[in-house]
């Protein structure tokens, strides 16, 4: 950051974004608790759309991870297994029951993301009044910000990291 002026004028400019990007992504912390359910569906995008019933539910949510990113910033040929971020006070049985799922120890094709500080939740939108282009096909849900995405996947396994990297281009190009 660079420091202008000096007493009641001063002010900070962020000289470089990206690397600021990637403070935050590397003192990022595992959400607390993981739930991992199975949901029975055809296909990833339909797990997707099922996740829209998840707009039922009484605490916020909002699709995280490689799924957010990979919305965000097409780039993996199919959709992921997604991954939400769930208010901590709300139990993971309730996602289970709205999107007829059930919790594994193994076979899961969503996951639960749940901290007590519920800070990938503040600034989550809406995917139909997104302040970013998405494409037509993305069903209505609640979304992590862009920046939130990118550092949830930029340390992940896979192709995450290729996701991460177009996503963050795309950040910074617009």
Known sequence: ?????????????????????????????????????????????ELLEKLSDLNRLKGEWALGGVAAANIYAPTLTTEVNPAIWLDARVPAQ????????????????????????????????????????????????RIVTPSRAYIETINSAGRAPEAAQNLRERIFSS
Request: glycine residues 6%; hydrophobic residues 40%.
């Open 1 to 45: 950051m660079d420091v202008f002026e000096t007493g009641p004028n001063r002010y900070w400019h962020v000289q470089d974004a990206g690397a600021l990007l990637d403070l935050w992504a590397g003192e990022e912390k595992r959400p607390e608790r993981i739930t991992n359910l199975y949901v029975w569906s055809r296909s990833p995008h």
């Open 94 to 141: 309730e996602v289970a029951a709205i999107v007829g799922g059930e919790i594994v120890e193994k076979g899961a094709n969503l996951q639960v993301w749940q901290s007590a500080d519920n800070v990938p939740l503040l600034h989550a939108w809406d995917s139909a009044r997104a302040n970013w282009p998405l494409p037509k096909t993305t069903p209505d849900l």
